[in-house]
């Protein structure tokens, strides 16, 4: 399982407390938030938000709770399927 992380992608899984790389390959800067949505709960140990600048990446782990529901919101994402989605998945196991 890569712990490279395409921070636009609709969902993605990773291994719990794992440091994964979220990469932004577009041309501009995403920010990563927390959807504020009950049904779902924050994947990252980092506070939300999170900066994703254009073409670089940034690290960040992964909580250590599977089986939970986990998503997070993007802006800055392109505006095509199934960039522009949220909120996106993320499958901690």
């Known amino acids: 399982m890569s712990n490279e992380k395409n921070v636009c992608s609709r969902s993605w899984s990773g ?10 390959p577009h041309d501009k800067l995403v920010t990563v938030s927390d959807c504020g949505n009950v049904a779902c709960n924050w994947p990252f140990v980092e506070d939300s938000p999170i900066y994703v600048p254009a073409q670089e990446s940034v690290d960040v782990t992964l909580n250590d709770f599977p089986g939970d529901d986990y998503c997070y ?5 392109p505006g095509i399927q199934p960039f522009d989605t949220n909120p996106k998945t993320v499958i901690i196991t």
Do not use: F, M
């Open 15 to 24: 291994l719990r407390s794992t440091t994964i790389t979220l990469k932004n």
């Open 73 to 77: 919101c993007t802006d800055g994402c």
